[in-house]
Structure formats: C-alpha cells, structure tokens
C-alpha cells in the first residue's frame, strides 16, 4: 500500500527558497517513477515534476523549468524538490504522487510565498 508523507512547507518571501521531502513506504520506491503535483487555492491539481526511477529522466512544467529540481535517494525512500525563486503564483499544497493524477499521494505540504 502506497504511504507517502510530504515535508518541509512554510512561509517565504518572493525570491527566497525552500526543499520539500517526501518519504515513501509500502511500495517499491526505487523502481517508481515519481512526481510532484500542487494544488492552489480554488484550482485543480496541477503536475510539477517527475523523475525516473534511477534519477533521470527530469521533467518539468514550464511554469517552474529553471527553478525548481526534483531529485530521489533511493537508499532513504526518499524524493526532494528543490525550489529556488519563488514567486507568489507558487503558493499551494505541494503532493508527491506515483503518476501525473496524484495517484497515492498523501496530506500534502503547504507553501506559501508572500511578502
């Protein structure tokens, strides 16, 4: 059964930076494709990123190609986006999720980026 739990929100001013975590359990996390998908206020879920299970391919949306970097350790069960730049449209809850849907993920990780 797929368990995944996403860290490492908060609050930042535009142009600041944040990592967010996801540890994963009950599935075979290093043979898994594995994507980030957000969900702002009002709006549907919207895909981020993706990254193969061996770290490449990397894919992103163009709304954050060039600032964010998706990244995975499969020693640790874990998948990472690092986001740099931030800009108020990035506020969202943040989900990392077996496909593009948001299939299996979990409560999400709240971002905010306001001054």
């Known amino acids: 059964q797929v368990h995944l739990v996403e860290s490492g929100g908060g609050l930042v001013q535009p142009g600041g930076s944040l990592r967010l975590s996801c540890a994963a359990s009950g599935f075979s996390f290093s043979n898994a494709f594995m994507h980030w998908v957000r969900q702002a206020p009002g709006k549907g879920l919207e895909w981020v990123s993706g990254?193969?299970?061996?770290?490449?391919?990397?894919n992103y949306a163009d709304s954050v190609k060039g600032r964010f970097t998706i990244s995975r350790d499969n020693a640790k069960n874990t998948l990472y986006l690092q986001m740099i730049n931030l800009k108020p449209e990035d506020t969202a809850q943040y989900y990392c999720?077996?496909?593009?849907?948001?299939?299996?993920r979990g409560q999400g990780t709240q971002v905010t980026v306001s001054s």
């Open positions: 999720a077996t496909d593009k849907s948001g299939t299996g």
């Open positions: 990254i193969g299970f061996d770290g490449r391919p990397q």
